[in-house]
């Protein structure tokens, strides 16, 4: 039985509100506000005043061309002949590797070969393939080799280095990729810009800290040094603000005893490394309640909504009394624009329906002969229920002898368990070693 229909029906003194206002004012309570004034250094501020000509763009792309350059890069592939015994004067190795240069001279498949007699089995599976390469990431002969290799297919000397003797073969290469002045220009010009704000932002915040601690019960002097105006901030709570009031520490700052007491300058408020602030008190406001005019609406619909749902519960009240004398209710349910509903083998925890509905079910007495087994239960949105139990039915898991003998035992192992860990906790156990029985001739 819907709560919401009984709404037009009814009616609320102006008592009634102002009854319900006093006796609830810790609803609503107005928390503690304040306004502050403040100045803000903003380092993206700074850069939009900051010009930077094409000359300086330039000279630094020169400078840093290093950072706009991807260098060239080889794909290589090898074929690792391994010293014996760590001897770097391995004639063996070296006759060996010799051999296997001769065999790609002679036109054999690199990939081929990589896989029968590479000693870097790794990639010797897939044809001796170290993907690409930059250099550093090798020893030097082995860069320097590497870095010989022109075109793509070119096969190395002999190349030793600390693990044996290597042949290359260049497979695979991309050029050196220089990004274009004119591509990254305003992006440099951007980066340059900035870096001069922030060189700015370090000094003009250093002299807004000085001058707002020097003169602590005006923001004018610091505002017109740093060249900032002075702005006013929102009613700020102790949570819940926007930037740059949203940090812990600005709003520590503004409800500190040096802003609201003493009614001075706070201290530089640094918000991050961009931003920083420093503020002065304009308006606190203390908690109080709200006065009647401002929570009237709110407090009407308070009431509206209990008077609904107590009409709702003295219906369905009324309803469960006819229904348990066996009267039929149908034509009652229909002016009321509801009826029954039948669900069957609902669970204790159902979700087919609202929890409340079945948390009432599982309680009501078993239904017998001539007896109704029926409740009235409120529902989680406000409406109110008639519920009625019909029949009982047993879960057949549950009732399995087999199955409840063997969560019995379950249970008793699980409890007896926990009582020998309980007993451990905090006792002293001393555990004696038992010598092995000798054995007798």
Do not use: C
Request: charged share 25%.
């Amino acid at each position: 039985v819907s709560a919401e229909q009984f709404k037009a029906t009814i009616e609320l003194t102006d008592e009634e509100v102002n009854s319900y206002y006093l006796a609830n004012q810790a609803r609503f309570q107005n928390k503690e506000q304040v306004k502050v004034d403040y100045i803000s250094l903003n380092v993206a501020d700074l850069a939009k005043d900051i010009e930077v000509s094409d000359q300086d763009v330039a000279s630094y792309y020169q400078e840093n061309a290093a950072s706009y350059t991807e260098a060239a890069q080889r794909r290589i592939s090898h074929i690792l002949i391994e010293f014996n015994d760590e001897n770097a004067d391995d004639e063996a190795a070296k006759i060996q590797a010799q051999a296997v240069l001769t065999r790609l001279e002679q036109g054999e498949d690199f990939a081929a070969l990589a896989k029968e007699v590479s000693n870097d089995t790794f990639s010797g599976e897939n044809g001796g393939d170290l993907e690409w390469l930059e250099p550093g990431v090798m020893e030097e002969s082995f860069d320097e080799a590497a870095l010989g290799l022109t075109n793509v297919g070119d096969i190395s000397q002999l190349v030793k280095t600390s693990f044996g003797y290597h042949v290359l073969k260049l497979t695979d290469y991309k050029e050196e990729v220089v990004q274009a002045l004119a591509d990254i220009q305003s992006e440099l010009r951007s980066k340059l810009s900035n870096d001069q704000a922030q060189e700015e932002f370090f000094t003009l915040q250093q002299e807004m800290a000085r001058i707002s601690f020097e003169f602590p019960d005006s923001l004018e002097d610091a505002a017109a040094e740093v060249n900032v105006t002075i702005q006013t901030s929102p009613w700020l709570l102790r949570a819940g603000n926007t930037a740059p009031f949203d940090q812990a520490k600005t709003i520590e700052a503004a409800f500190s005893d040096i802003v609201l007491q003493d009614n001075m300058n706070s201290d530089l408020i640094e918000v991050n490394d961009d931003v920083a602030i420093v503020l002065r008190l304009n308006t606190f406001q203390e908690a109080n309640v709200k006065p009647l005019a401002e929570v009237e609406a709110q407090i009407k619909d308070i009431l509206v909504n209990q008077k609904a749902t107590e009409k709702a519960q003295q219906t369905v009240d009324s309803l469960l009394a006819d229904f348990k004398a066996g009267t039929d209710i149908s034509p009652q349910l229909t002016a009321l624009n509801t009826s029954f509903v039948s669900k069957e083998k609902v669970a204790r925890y159902s979700p087919e329906i609202d929890q409340s509905i079945s948390r009432a079910a599982f309680v009501l007495p078993h239904p017998v002969s001539d007896v109704i087994s029926a409740s009235t239960v409120a529902l989680s949105n406000g409406d109110l229920a008639l519920v009625e139990v019909t029949a009982i039915g047993v879960n057949e898991t549950a009732a399995n002898p087999n199955l409840a003998q063997q969560q019995t035992s379950q249970l008793a192992q699980s409890a007896y368990q926990s009582f020998v860990n309980s007993l451990k906790v905090g006792a002293e156990i001393t555990r004696k070693q038992v010598a092995e029985p000798v054995a007798a001739y």
